[in-house]
């Protein structure tokens, strides 16, 4: 899949964009950039001139750092305990759930914002309860590694989500 669309939530751009931002296929996100495992990736995608979408690799690295074990970063689903928590930010915005109702929630200063997601079939939902990100690593030639934040989970899912489905970036400065 390489159509390279992006769009706002409810494709209104004057609803939610201030606050969340726009939704990318992955092919938008990767903006013509190769896959890669890299760390750091190397792939600028959409991401402003000195700064790159972060791999697979980069979101584990992340990931361990706030206390995932090498073993559950490489699994796919739900992994670790609060590390989600860790990772939002903006109560108000949040559904109410055990990502929000933890202590360690916001701590680490990521502020993840519950942005949402566009289905491949055009359908919009989960605004307010889910964050979902794109990484510049593919898994198939018809999915891509992503992360997720659940308002209902104070665990980090790592997922292959299909390419065609609109996902928040996250941009990481480069060194």
Known sequence: Y???????YNNNENSEASTYGALY?????????ASTHNNP?????????????PSDNEWKKLEMYLGISQADADYSGHRGTNEGSKLA??????????????????TFGFNV???????????????????NF?????????DAWGRHLYHNYSSVHRYNDIKADGFSVRCVKDN
């Open 2 to 8: 390489d159509d390279k669309a992006y769009c706002y």
């Open 25 to 33: 296929t992955w092919a938008a996100a990767m903006n013509g950039a």
């Open 41 to 53: 990736s190397g792939v600028q995608g959409v991401c402003p001139s000195g700064w790159h979408l």
């Open 89 to 106: 930010g903006n109560l108000s915005l949040w559904s109410d759930g055990l990502l929000e109702n933890d202590a360690a929630f916001g």
């Open 113 to 131: 914002l519950p942005g949402g997601g566009r289905r491949y079939n055009g359908s919009f939902g989960h605004l307010g309860d889910n964050a």
């Open 134 to 142: 794109w990484s510049a690593t593919e898994h198939s030639s018809s």
